[in-house]
């Protein structure tokens, strides 16, 4: 924590947040922690609300997420062990509920790589394979990253007691790679972006497809209104 700049996760988070979020029309956003000791009892929790309200986790806009990130970060304490797969479970709930194709999900994780849960994850993910959703995980820190790659699924597709994913669905970027020495800066906000976003479009029409949900009608371009001044001489 430093009162003058972000560390690398609100780094993370707020660069690859605001290339995300043009993508969602309302801008709230759930936003959820995971490995932490909660207060008051200090229960181990992998799946709490980063704005301490469990039944309403939406932040508004990144910035009300790095808001909750920060606030969040006062209260708890960080615990191992690391366990993705109830943050995807939890966003595969809402997926499994919405399948006619109105929504898609993105779950974005920001990690440093370590990884407690890999089974559990890699099951998470086959079964989210099914779903209207794709992980973006983006990695911070100088780890070696070889799970998060394994998890991508770009080489090997992932699977779990023999099964495979019925699509890719993750995505993997190393923040480090877009960051200068210091690690203060975003060399290529661009480049980022572009890394960031590059398989979605295909994981979200191979869902479509393969459920054969076509897109709906345009709608009407928006005109705006027009406005007739009278003035009499």
Known sequence: MNPYQLNAYGMALKAVGEIVQDYDSDKMF???GFGAKLPPDGRISHEFALNGNPQNPYCD?????MEAYYRSLKSVQLYGPTNFAPVINHVARYASSVKDGSQYFVLLI???GVISDMAQTKESIVNASKLPMSIIIVGVGPAEFDAMVELDGDDVRVSSRGK???RDIVQFVPFRDYIDRSGNHVLSMARLAKDVLAEIPEQFLSY?????IKPSPAPPPYTPPTHVLQTQI
Do not use: C, N
């Open 208 to 212: 479509m497809r393969a459920r054969g």
């Open 164 to 166: 495979y994913a019925e």
């Open 110 to 112: 920001v990690t440093d």
């Open 30 to 32: 759930p936003a959820l």
């Open 61 to 65: 806009g990144i910035e009300g997420v």
